[in-house]
């Protein structure tokens, strides 16, 4: 049996901004999860299993590198978090492991299943693929040589939630290690992971079974390998597409026999679709879309997703919001079409600031406000803009958008509040929207990663 890397993370999906409004119930969140990582410890070391913590100093990268250098074959590695979302009412725990990965799903799945027997109060949310992470993928479950889950403890700011962590801590450390060493114990009948370095850990010459890969619906001629569920590529593939190589962190490539290859699902942050069958061994690649994705991000550009897909999407992700909002994908589509902005971007940087119209924090429903518009004086005592109706709501959130965006004037009565205060032009791509729609510093990637999404489960990548 190897040895558990355990580290406690600091609240909400890496590397998100976490202002003081978020620090649900007064808690400090890093206070919180310490203090239950330091329980695990000690059950797991009761059991005499080996445990190895990270220094809380580090931050993530600083993390996955110290656990690369030390990793060796049996070991895994597991980081605790607590959820933060807009909507109050959602509790739970939840696993998240690399996509596409039926091994590591199902480690996740083992590891929830424990937590939630030990503690039967706590809803189990099951086994989630990274890639509905707030930034489309999580470096703990990519980045680390060996095998890596990344679980969400509790929504942090559900009072329930909070309380039940609070006083169940010592049933929680125990569910969290009954599932820690289940997983141990699966992982150590599996062949050897590779690490950053590639150094040997068995005796044994390392062998990895061969996959096919599918170019744009042709056969590639090189193949592919699969390392525990995880398929990877030759780097030669990834040059000949004529991508960034220096964009795939080294920590998702591994030389064998002679050969680099990269982790394929890493190649979706460079809007490459890959998808696996597992029947076949197959991993389609593609890079031909009905889109032009050097566009994706530009602000003024055309959208492309129908109402019936955006409907679709919203379905997906708050089957409850049709009830009051059916008639916002026509709305976006609509009004964005009139000004000349994406609408695909309008609509999941609304379902980002209304955490798919579950609303919550300072914006209230009845408000109408769909992208936590400002308002341009404070004299109604509410926090943020105030409009009639969804429509005219929907509007002013496109108007905002095309006010950064752009320095064409408007084809529509002004409705937003703040529309004279923008420098217009300032912000044509997403990117440019981070530090001045929201401090978050990965606003942009969040939006980009729900676009992401809704193309895919379109068919549209």
């Known amino acids: 049996m190897g040895k558990i890397f355990i580290s406690a993370g600091h609240g909400g999906f890496e590397g998100s901004f976490r202002d003081l409004s978020e620090m649900a119930g007064g808690i400090i969140e890093t206070a919180e999860l310490v203090a239950t990582r330091d329980l695990v410890i000690a059950e797991l070391r009761s059991r005499g299993i080996s445990i190895v913590a990270p220094s809380d100093d580090l931050n993530l990268a600083e993390t996955i590198a110290w656990i690369n250098s030390r990793a060796t074959s049996q070991d895994v590695a597991l980081s605790l978090h607590m959820d933060t979302v807009n909507a109050s009412d959602l509790r739970g725990a939840t696993s998240y492991y690399i996509t596409n990965n039926a091994i590591r799903k199902r480690q996740a799945e083992i590891l929830t299943n424990a937590l939630t027997k030990r503690v039967p109060e706590i809803a189990n949310r099951g086994a989630k693929a990274d890639t509905i992470a707030g930034v489309g993928s999580l470096s703990f479950c990519r980045q680390i040589a060996i095998p890596s889950l990344l679980l969400e403890l509790v929504f942090a700011n559900n009072s329930q939630d909070r309380l039940l962590m609070q006083t169940r801590r010592r049933d929680y450390a125990i569910g969290i290690a009954d599932g820690i060493q289940a997983w141990l114990n699966e992982t150590a009948t599996t062949i050897p992971v590779y690490t950053t370095a590639n150094r040997p850990t068995t005796t044994k010459p390392v062998s990895y ?222 990117s440019q929207l981070t530090g001045r729609w929201s401090i978050d510093s990965l606003y942009d990637r969040k939006i980009l990663a729900l676009i992401r999404r809704l193309y895919e489960s379109a068919g549209i990548f």
Request: charged share 20%.
């Open 209 to 430: 079974p061969e996959i096919n890969i599918n170019l744009n619906g042709q056969s590639y001629e090189e193949k592919g390998i699969l390392v525990l569920g995880n398929v990877l590529v030759p780097v030669d593939l990834v040059d000949r597409l004529g991508f960034d190589i220096s964009q795939i962190p080294l920590s998702c490539r591994l030389r064998y026999q002679n050969i680099v290859y990269v982790q394929a699902i890493a190649l979706r942050e460079l809007n490459i679709s890959v998808s696996w069958d597992s029947t076949t061994r197959t991993l389609f690649v593609k890079t031909i879309f009905k889109v032009f994705v050097g566009q994706i991000d530009r602000i003024m550009s055309v959208g492309n997703a129908s109402e019936v897909q955006l409907l679709m999407f919203l379905k997906n992700n708050n089957e409850t919001a049709l009830t009051n909002y059916g008639d916002l994908p026509h709305l976006y589509r609509e009004e964005a079409e009139i000004e000349g902005v994406n609408h695909d971007i309008a609509f999941c940087q609304m379902c980002i600031e209304t955490g798919f119209l579950r609303f919550g924090r300072d914006i209230e429903p009845d408000q109408n406000n769909f992208a936590s518009l400002g308002a341009a004086n404070f004299t109604k005592n509410i926090s943020g803009a105030n409009f009639t109706d969804q429509h005219t709501g929907v509007r002013a959130h496109i108007q905002h958008l095309k006010a950064y965006a752009s320095n064409a004037p408007l084809f529509q009565p002004v409705v937003a509040p703040r529309f004279h205060l923008v420098a217009r032009g300032i912000a044509p791509v997403l």
